[in-house]
């Protein structure tokens, strides 16, 4: 097909990129490299790919311009990941959350039904569970409650495919991915700054007492869904949920870390923080009966996995 990722230098996207590439997909990518995190890491992940496809540098917020890449790329699928993330930083600038994550993907939706493309899929976030106890989380479970910007944004995203789906008649399906980790992470995510700080002999920050857990997913799991998700041929509009279905606590997580890194960590610990859930657990049944997803990496082989890339990156200028 010819797919349009959005995000597209970012971790998740930029490993899907190189994943689309090799299946033989054309593609384009749209990416603001804004400076939430170092732009040069960004143009960094792409450096593989960049001879192999289009980059359009722009913007999501601005209508007009996404609308001239739409009829420039022409995609007859989107696979969507730019956004905003991160709960804190949602609760400190809640209006840039809105505009990039509510507001971009309504200007996606609506360039795509122009321009003809037929898929559309959306990154949403195990974030939408709020601070739900049936567990693990079902795509069946009633939400009606979120408990931070990024999630409610991540909701908002979910609800305006199904009205493109249910008015226009595109294909969508919402993907909600599952504290994802690997190779590239984002440097603010806990696998991957706690290991710098670990490796560093810097304090670490735990906030709360370790307890929380985490259904933490490895990159390539998380690519076999996306990949199967733009071969769906199901109902018109659909929830999955993408992760690894067991979970980690926090404190068994920097116990895994200094395993790999062979160092131990020195642990600050603050209050819980506003907006971060206490639990978050996938219940895949249903991406494995229609997705036919199947993850096969346990955080006991993802972390040495990370770690792994993790050292012999982190001394690259």
Known sequence: MNLLVTGGAGFIGSHFVESALADGHAVSVIDCFNDFYSPEVKRRNLQNSLSHIQLFECDIRDSETTNRVFQEAKPEAVVHFAARAGVRPSIRDPRLYIDTNITGTFNLLDAARSSGSSRFIFASSSSVYGTLKTAPFSESLCLNQTISPYAATKLAGEQLCSNFSHLYGMQCVALRFFTVYGPRQRPDLAIHSFSKAIYEGCPIQQFGDGSTRRDYTYIDDILQGITAALQYKGAPYDVFNLGESQTTTLRDLIAQLEKALG???????????????????????????????NPCTPISEGIPRFVDWFLKTHSRP
């Not at 642990?267 to 997803?293: C, F, M, W």
Request: aromatic share 6%; hydrophobic share 30%; net charge neutral.
């Open 263 to 293: 160092k131990s960590a020195k642990i600050e610990i603050l209050p819980e923080q506003p907006g971060d859930v206490p639990l978050t657990y996938a219940d895949i049944s249903k991406s494995r009966q229609l997705l036919g997803y």
